[in-house]
């Protein structure tokens, strides 16, 4: 059996099902649906050869698909996200084909004039040459929503480090203090979302090296308490691992000043995990306490088509709230 074979035959357990789950809370056509994942995916040529082995972090289980819907007051947005060419283990090859996936979706997805703020991120973060054999698991994330313009592009940043992120942010004008971050957390991803240059926030994830106070990261809008009683009663008496929780940060490019901060806890069986019903008490509970809009899911946890990936909340300068629900095909691929 090829390598594509074997990829093509996983096909329908992660991806079909949750295409269907976004087309259907999306009410979007499926076929689109499909191009776009075909496209995020960065699916190799039945023709093609390449190196197997590749891994991918987007999910605990080692599926490369996310569904993510995001609610706020008024409403409520859904994207696809993905970890373009996961089955290719050499990272030449899969940077090569990321970069195609990278410059099809911003036809796809209407934002072709951001397209050069991204050369010039990747240009300054990337290494030349040789130095691509460091990003085993990939360089870059792509996602999209199912309808509408917007685009949102992630690169790996375990390799550069704060220094590099706070030279980036001092080239594009943006004044931030993240001296405490830099002793005390770890970067996973840099990147940007947006559908337009007016919209578009830089945004950097991190995780903690050790357990300390949110107030101790040295950003005003973390000491807000309502991250802390979210993380409490979400959590309540399990216990999650410093791995089981991401950080994030958007810098509004064109005030060039920060913008919103979330947290993103994992809801595998490690780390925050709940049944269905359970899922759906919490989703109404926290929607229902910051007054957002429900989230548009009903039947789908129940009827095994997807399971909670992970579960953010986040607040913006201006205090509005927001949640993140990051939905994965039911089972898994390992």
Known sequence: MTNHQLFEDRFPVYTEKLIQVGTEISNTDKDKNRQLVSTL???PNADQAFEPGGKT?????????????SVKKEGWGGRFLADPAHT???PFERFVQSRIALKKLFQISGTHELKHFCEEMLDFHLPKGEGLSAYRDGVLWLGAPASGNGIAVYMD???????????????????ATIQALSTKATILSIGFEGSSLKNLRVKVYWRLKEPCLLDDLGIDLLKDPEYKIFLNELVQDQEIKLTGLVFSAGFHLASQQLFD?????????????????QWAETLAYFTEKYDLAAFP???????KKCEVS???????????????????AYGTLL
């Open 261 to 277: 901060c979330k947290i993103d806890v994992c809801t595998c069986k490690n780390c925050v995990s709940k049944s269905p019903n």
């Open 310 to 328: 992970y579960l953010g909340f986040g607040m913006d300068i201006l205090g509005n709230k927001r949640m993140n629900l990051y939905l994965k």
């Open 157 to 175: 940043g375990r390799n550069n480090g704060w220094k590099k992120f706070e030279a980036w942010l001092n080239q594009l004008g943006i004044s």
């Open 41 to 43: 995916m960065a699916i």
């Open 88 to 90: 290719m283990g050499n």
């Open 57 to 69: 972090g987007i999910n605990s289980d080692g599926t490369p698909l996310q569904y993510c819907i």
């Open 297 to 303: 899911i009903h039947n789908e946890l129940h009827e």
